[in-house]
């Protein structure tokens, strides 16, 4: 059975960068579509990064430009590179995978039917 596993969350300072991993296990992995989310305290969970399985990207407006999402096939691991964090952007980042069909302007709303990592939590404070 597939599972997702986050890494990378931690404690920083305003300004400083984050790169957090999220690992499939099992032989094969080849979702339609692989997002981080994250949910902040006393919030809804938003989706802030898209990979599809054609390598095209799509970032909420919130990143602007600092986040970097990528992927590496051969580990079946998704990125999220964060840069010039901010205490806004504290909260349980998670990522899920789809595997069926999911209309592109859909890609940012959590789906209860993907497959949900257990999250790794990033923190910003000075």
């Known amino acids: 059975q597939v599972q997702l596993v986050e890494s990378g969350g931690g404690s920083v300072q305003p300004g400083e960068s984050l790169r957090l991993s999220c690992a499939a296990s099992g032989t094969t992995f080849s979702p339609y579509l692989w997002t981080w989310y994250r949910q902040r305290s006393g919030k809804d969970r938003e989706g802030v990064a898209v990979?599809?399985?054609?390598?095209?990207?799509n970032y909420r407006d919130f990143t602007k430009g600092r986040f970097i999402i990528s992927r590496d096939n051969a580990k079946k691991t998704l990125y999220l590179q964060m840069n010039n964090l901010a205490p806004e952007d504290t909260a349980m980042y998670y990522c899920?995978?789809?595997?069926?069909?999911?209309?592109?302007?859909?890609?940012?709303?959590?789906?209860?039917?993907?497959?949900w990592g257990q999250g790794t939590q990033v923190t910003v404070s000075s």
């Open positions: 990979m599809f399985n054609d390598d095209s990207t």
């Open positions: 899920a995978a789809d595997f069926g069909f999911v209309p592109a302007f859909q890609w940012w709303l959590p789906r209860s039917d993907a497959l």
